[in-house]
């Protein structure tokens, strides 16, 4: 019996070249997105292996019970929370629409998505799971002359990486992994649909995303950065992390008490 994947914005990008790439390793696929033509497209395309279509709008709370349903019922190895929307805008220019949208497909789903799956691969005792960030997750201390402003973007990025690092310790000694995904600019249709231009900017392929995570998995690392070569920085950044974290008293700051 195959391994069974799921695939969230898997019509596209990085979450069609997961899909290509675990067909290829024999997993049988549950794939979700939107377009229903194109979930049909990558059905077809696979017959050695059972892929399954779901077309879902995660942004939504309907799309997302759906989908969960499905985690809570399946005997799902990986699940791959992939799906994305972009929205690269100043909190003031994001339109209470597209920051629920975009709030939805980066929070709350992966967050219920994952809760569904993961009582299962507890039970069974192997599992992971696959929360694609990027690196734009470690650009909030940046000053506003280094990149545009997106807020609500950045912030459900960071988030990824936070769940993540705090899920992959609280299932420790389970045999279930988690892993956040952190690429840097990928050639997809991402920054197409915003209609930036980015044919001149070296980008990384969502190919070689895919190569880091499953081997990220194979070495357990639970933060993969497929385009940082010294990973001594990322340890930097979580110790400095844990460091304020334990150096946190009841005793109120001197630099906040009164001259």
Same mark, same amino acid.
């Given at each position: 019996?195959?391994?069974?994947?799921?695939?969230?914005?898997?019509?596209?990008?990085?979450?069609?070249?997961?899909a290509e790439r675990l067909a290829g390793l024999g997993y049988d696929l549950i794939i979700v997105g939107r377009r229903e033509e194109r979930l049909k497209?990558?059905?077809?395309?696979?017959?050695?292996?059972?892929?399954?279509?779901?077309?879902?709008?995660?942004?939504?709370?309907?799309?997302?019970?759906?989908?969960?349903?499905?985690?809570?019922?399946?005997?799902?190895?990986?699940?791959?929370?992939?799906?994305?929307?972009?929205?690269?805008?100043?909190?003031?220019?994001?339109?209470?629409?597209?920051?629920?949208?975009?709030?939805?497909?980066?929070?709350?789903?992966?967050? &219920?998505?994952?809760?569904? #799956? %993961?009582?299962?691969?507890?039970?069974?005792? $192997?599992?992971?799971? =696959?929360? !694609? *960030?990027?690196?734009?997750?470690?650009?909030?201390?940046?000053?506003?002359?280094?990149?545009?402003r997106r807020a609500v973007y950045a912030g459900g990025l960071a988030f990824a990486v936070a769940m993540s690092q705090t899920l992959s310790a609280e299932?420790?000694?389970?045999?279930?992994?988690?892993?956040?995904?952190?690429?840097?600019?990928?050639?997809?249709?991402?920054?197409?649909?915003?209609?930036?231009?980015?044919?001149?900017?070296?980008? &990384?392929?969502?190919?070689? #995303? %895919?190569?880091?995570?499953?081997?990220?998995? $194979?070495?357990?690392? =639970?933060? !993969? *950065?497929?385009?940082?070569?010294?990973?001594?920085?990322?340890?930097?950044?979580?110790?400095?992390?844990?460091?304020?974290?334990?150096?946190?008293?009841?005793?109120?700051?001197?630099?906040?008490?009164?001259?």
């Amino acid at each position: 019996m195959n391994k069974l994947a799921l695939v969230t914005g898997a019509t596209s990008g990085i979450g069609r070249a997961f899909a290509e790439r675990l067909a290829g390793l024999g997993y049988d696929l549950i794939i979700v997105g939107r377009r229903e033509e194109r979930l049909k497209e990558l059905v077809a395309a696979h017959p050695e292996v059972n892929v399954r279509g779901i077309a879902a709008d995660l942004s939504t709370d309907a799309g997302i019970d759906a989908v969960a349903q499905v985690c809570a019922t399946e005997d799902i190895t990986l699940l791959v929370n992939n799906a994305g929307v972009a929205h690269y805008m100043p909190l003031a220019d994001l339109s209470a629409e597209k920051a629920r949208e975009l709030a939805h497909v980066k929070t709350v789903a992966p967050t &219920m998505l994952t809760r569904a #799956v %993961v009582g299962g691969m507890q039970a069974r005792g $192997e599992g992971a799971i =696959v929360n !694609v *960030a990027g690196m734009i997750a470690f650009s909030g201390p940046a000053p506003s002359s280094v990149m545009p402003r997106r807020a609500v973007y950045a912030g459900g990025l960071a988030f990824a990486v936070a769940m993540s690092q705090t899920l992959s310790a609280e299932l420790d000694g389970t045999g279930v992994r988690v892993q956040v995904l952190c690429p840097g600019v990928v050639a997809t249709e991402f920054h197409e649909r915003q209609g930036m231009d980015l044919s001149a900017v070296r980008r &990384m392929s969502a190919d070689d #995303v %895919v190569t880091a995570s499953l081997r990220g998995l $194979e070495l357990g690392e =639970v933060v !993969v *950065a497929p385009g940082v070569e010294d990973a001594s920085l990322l340890n930097a950044i979580f110790s400095a992390e844990l460091a304020a974290f334990n150096a946190q008293s009841p005793e109120l700051a001197s630099r906040y008490r009164g001259n």
